[in-house]
């Protein structure tokens, strides 16, 4: 199956992707993650992308067109994926079909996790991840087994430069201006399928469940698990 995560910062999309992606047996592909792993490996790309991400402006499109192309010619990525805060502009859309066109790959659907403003700002701001390997954390949801420390390799905690007040207003205002119109784009393409990020995960699986057997992926869905 070959999905786009669509909706704004704190509508949960990483959450769910996680679970999708061991569900169908199908990569995880987050731009966000993979500039963050950058960042921290002090690579090119990761220290043109900083100032950017600091600040929650968008990195510019041809880095990151750039990095999902490689991604995707991955051969992982031939029994499907999940894109995660890609595409983010109406440049990065348009890149996406012709890409997905040149690979004979076309996308099954876009699911738009429409989310209330009170659960964005409560997600955020509780946000934690890893300063080692990026595991995220919630403080109130999802809490790490020791205060302040990952569970998985023993990093600290810390809270992501993005998600402090400041950056979190701009955040939605670039997503309200760059990436909302693309909710439309791929309604007028008919592959576009709304959910409420307001729901839990559990919740949201089963949604999502309805909205896969309507478009005949559920199929596809049972075929890749395991
Ligand atoms: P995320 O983890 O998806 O919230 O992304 C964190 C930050 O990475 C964003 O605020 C942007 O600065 C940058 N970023 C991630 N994906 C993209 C994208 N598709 N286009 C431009 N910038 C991106």
């Not at 047996?25 to 500039?35: Q, W």
Request: proline share 5%; glycine share 10%.
């Amino acid at each position: 199956m070959r999905l786009v995560l669509l909706g704004p910062p704190g509508a949960g999309k990483g959450t769910q992707a996680q679970v999708l992606s061991k569900d169908l047996n199908i990569p995880h592909i987050s731009t966000g993650d993979m500039l963050r792993e950058a960042l921290r490996a002090a690579s090119p790309l990761g220290l043109k992308a900083k100032g950017y991400m600091d600040q929650g402006a968008l990195v510019p499109d041809d880095l990151v067109i750039e990095l999902v192309r490689e991604r995707l010619s991955k051969p992982d990525a031939a029994k499907g994926f999940i894109l995660d805060g890609f595409p983010r502009t109406a440049e990065q859309g348009e890149s996406l079909g012709k890409m997905l066109a040149g690979l004979s790959m076309p996308l099954d659907v876009t699911l738009y996790f429409k989310t209330s403003m009170l659960v964005i700002i409560r997600r955020l701001g509780g946000r934690r991840i890893c300063s080692k390997c990026g595991k995220t954390y919630h403080m109130t949801n999802f809490r790490p087994k020791v205060d302040g420390v990952c569970d998985v390799c023993q990093g600290s905690l810390m809270q992501r430069p993005d998600d402090r007040e400041e950056a979190i207003e701009n955040r939605l205002v670039v997503y309200e201006k760059q990436t909302a119109p693309l909710i439309d784009y791929y309604k007028k393409k008919n592959l576009l399928e709304e959910i409420s990020g307001d729901l839990e995960v559990d919740d949201l699986n089963i949604a999502l469940e309805i909205i896969f057997k309507k478009r005949n992926l559920v199929g596809n869905r049972i075929q890749n698990a395991g």
